[in-house]
């Protein structure tokens, strides 16, 4: 069940204002190329990035299980290019196997054991094609980035066609150096805010190198930003370019 911050219509319509498109579409429009491939997104939330996948001319399906958000995706301009299917990475079951498959927007943090990460790393292999690859990225946890999650450092005013001034902050209400829960306060103009509980898992590239492996992805490359630097102790991000390769191109 994915969280009400994207189950709601009403939370859904606040999420391309709050996420616009940045460094990472760029990253994963560069990623899929200019020869016309087929690629899965995986979490396409609002469809952000398949639209313009589906625009450079490859065959895109977006997958998500919150309705309210491939509602989103569907209306936006270009959204018929794309196929769009309403389920979870886990239980995904497609007989179309995927040049890419990619989870952006943090999607890998939403598995927050390591059996949900397990069940959606090896779901997804099974729609791979024999060349394919996953991509997808989640936050460094020696960062602790979720330290400035609080009301004095995220707090926004928004005015959003079609819904109105909104006002959204974060509160983050638990923390351990895996599992942070937080909460999204949205207020719709002068009415009561809607707070709407989250969680996400941060792994460590240790824990990730370790679950790719279990799922059989043996090709693996790391960056630790969007400018493909490498992953280190500061870099904000951990991505990752995994195939299923063969065993004797071990990389890790
Ligand atoms: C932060 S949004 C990212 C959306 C989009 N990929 C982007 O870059 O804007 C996270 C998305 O993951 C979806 N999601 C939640 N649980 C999921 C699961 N188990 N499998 C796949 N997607 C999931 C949510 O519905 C939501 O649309």
Not at 48 to 71: I, K, S
Not at 83 to 106: C, K, V, Y
Not at 108 to 131: C, G, Y
Not at 135 to 162: D, K, Y
């Amino acid at each position: 069940m994915a969280d009400v911050s994207y189950s709601d219509p009403r939370l859904a319509a606040v999420y391309d204002a709050l996420n616009p498109a940045g460094e990472d579409t760029a990253f994963y429009l560069e990623m899929a190329g200019h020869t016309p491939r087929t690629i899965l997104d995986m979490g396409c939330g609002t469809g952000q990035v398949a639209v313009e996948l589906a625009r450079l001319g490859h065959r895109v399906t977006g997958a998500d299980p919150a309705a309210a958000m491939l509602a989103i995706a569907r209306d936006r301009p270009g959204g018929e290019a794309v196929d769009w299917i309403e389920s979870d990475a886990a239980r995904l079951a497609q007989e179309a196997r995927f040049d890419l498959i990619f989870m952006t927007g943090h999607v890998f943090q939403v598995f927050l054991t390591d059996d949900e990460i397990s069940a959606a790393l090896r779901n997804l292999r099974r729609h791979l094609a024999p060349e394919g690859r996953l991509v997808f990225e989640t936050r460094n946890p020696s960062l602790r980035p979720w330290q400035g999650w609080t009301r004095e450092q995220t707090r926004r005013h928004m005015n959003i066609a079609g819904v109105g001034p909104v006002e959204v902050h974060y509160d983050v209400t638990f923390a351990d150096d895996q599992l942070v829960r937080y909460e999204t306060h949205f207020r719709f103009g002068e009415e009561d805010p809607v707070v709407a509980p989250s969680a996400l898992r941060f792994t460590t590239q240790d824990q990730l190198a370790s679950a790719l492996a279990q799922a059989g992805f043996r090709d693996v490359r790391w960056y630790g930003n969007w400018d493909r630097s490498p992953v280190s102790p500061t870099s904000p991000e951990i991505i990752v370019d995994a195939a299923l390769g063969s065993r004797d191109h071990l990389r890790y």
